[in-house]
Every structure is written in structure tokens, then in C-alpha cells.
């Protein structure tokens, strides 16, 4: 059907994602703090803790907060794909 191809064409191009640089991650948290729906802090121990994604792809009304993630993340170790 037509308006159903349509509409999932739609979803895709709006699907964002989000990328996380795990080499340089040291786990400050700040990402949790803005967007703890979308990322989570996980204790290592004997190493940084690191940040991990609880959705990859995140519904878009998380965007504000997941920009702020981005923003603030100290180590510029996050990343938003359109």
C-alpha cells in the first residue's frame, strides 16, 4: 500500500541515532544526567566508568535533552547521526 511505504520512508529519514566514543569515555556522567532515559553510567572497576546506551535509536522528543548530552559531555565523546 502506497501510504504505508510513505510513512515508513518518513520514520527512517526522522530516525535519529546517537554514537558514543567508548576509547575516550570516562564515564563523567554528565550524558545520564541530561538524558538518563537514553544513557547510563556503568562502574568499572580498576578502570574509568564508562557511559552506555540504553537506546540507540531514541525517539525524537528526547532530542533537546540528548543535544545538551552532547553539548556538555567533557570529553566530546558523543555524537548525534541523522
Do not use: K, T, W
Not at 547510563?40 to 537506546?55: N, Q, T
Amino acid at each position: 500500500m502506497p501510504g504505508s511505504i510513505s510513512a515508513q520512508v518518513l520514520r527512517e529519514e526522522d530516525e535519529m541515532r546517537v554514537e558514543i566514543d567508548l576509547e575516550l569515555c570516562q564515564g563523567h556522567g554528565i550524558c545520564a544526567e541530561e538524558a538518563p532515559d537514553v544513557f547510563r553510567v556503568v562502574e568499572r572497576p580498576g578502570a574509568y566508568d564508562r557511559v552506555e546506551m540504553i537506546m540507540e535509536s531514541p525517539a525524537e522528543e528526547a532530542r533537546v535533552r540528548i543535544e545538551a548530552a552532547v553539548r556538555y559531555c567533557p570529553n566530546r565523546v558523543l555524537r548525534i547521526v541523522d
